[in-house]
């Protein structure tokens, strides 16, 4: 099974609007982290945005807000506020327990519409 | 004051050469990873060491060589490379610890021809 799914390969959004990007991930250990980049089209990986499982509150970062649903596996990242500077691949990761690795899902190409 | 640099960051050589991406972190991290990025955009995770010691060996043609002659750097050597090895390779480092995230390098795209 995957470990961490992201079912949209594409969305759209008009400038100034807020967008939600999906991403559901697969663990049975309690511990975990949960991560988004940003990778814009000048290819660079940028952290966005950390939750870690037992945080009590979603994650924020300026315009970006971690919609995190524990009982139903889910770490959505919110970005309001779309400029046209958000248009790039968005990545979902995650880390487990004392694990080194990270598990990527396949991205979302966010592209905002002016 | 970069904190993951990899050299070079762009490669255009010939099938079948033998080529090396070089790559350095100034971060103090404990552990260094190799990722490949194909043209979906998909990123697959091939190596990754933790105190120059090898912990994740995925499963990736034995021409390609992970090398660590110390904690802050993490080499890839390819041997007779191929078409299918186009694609942009990342560096990344990280903390132990589960609310550390990955530093990225900038990436290298290679070409084969």
């Known amino acids: 099974a995957q470990k961490i799914t992201q079912t949209q390969p594409g969305m759209f959004v008009q400038e100034k609007e807020a967008v939600t990007l999906d991403c559901t991930y697969d663990?049975?250990?309690?511990?975990?982290?949960l991560f988004w980049y940003k990778q814009p089209s000048s290819g660079e990986m940028i952290f966005l945005i950390y939750q870690g499982s037992y945080d009590q509150q979603n994650a924020t970062e300026g315009r970006y807000s971690l919609n995190f649903q524990k009982a139903r596996k889910s770490a959505n990242l919110v970005i309001s506020a779309s400029q046209l500077g958000d248009s790039a691949m968005y990545f979902c990761?995650?880390?487990?327990?004392?694990?080194?690795?990270?598990?990527f899902g396949t991205g979302t190409s966010l592209t905002v519409i002016p | 004051d970069t904190a993951v640099s990899q050299t070079p960051k762009y490669l255009v050589t010939q099938m079948g050469n033998d080529k090396s991406i070089k790559c350095e972190q100034n971060?103090?991290?404990?552990?260094m990873y190799w990722y490949k990025q194909d043209s979906k955009k998909f990123l697959k995770i091939m190596f990754s060491y933790n105190n120059k010691e090898l912990i994740i060996n995925e499963t990736v043609p034995n021409r390609f060589s992970p090398k660590s002659p110390d904690k802050a750097h993490l080499n890839l050597h390819i041997n007779s490379l191929e078409l299918g090895d186009s694609a942009v390779y990342f560096c990344?480092?990280?903390?132990?610890?589960?609310?550390?995230?990955?530093?990225f390098g900038p990436g290298t795209r290679l070409t084969v021809l």
């Open positions: 990344a480092s990280s903390q132990e610890g589960l609310y550390n995230e990955q530093f």
């Open positions: 971060l103090g991290h404990d552990t």
């Open positions: 663990t049975s250990d309690p511990s975990y982290g």
């Open positions: 990761a995650m880390r487990e327990g004392l694990g080194n690795q990270f598990y």
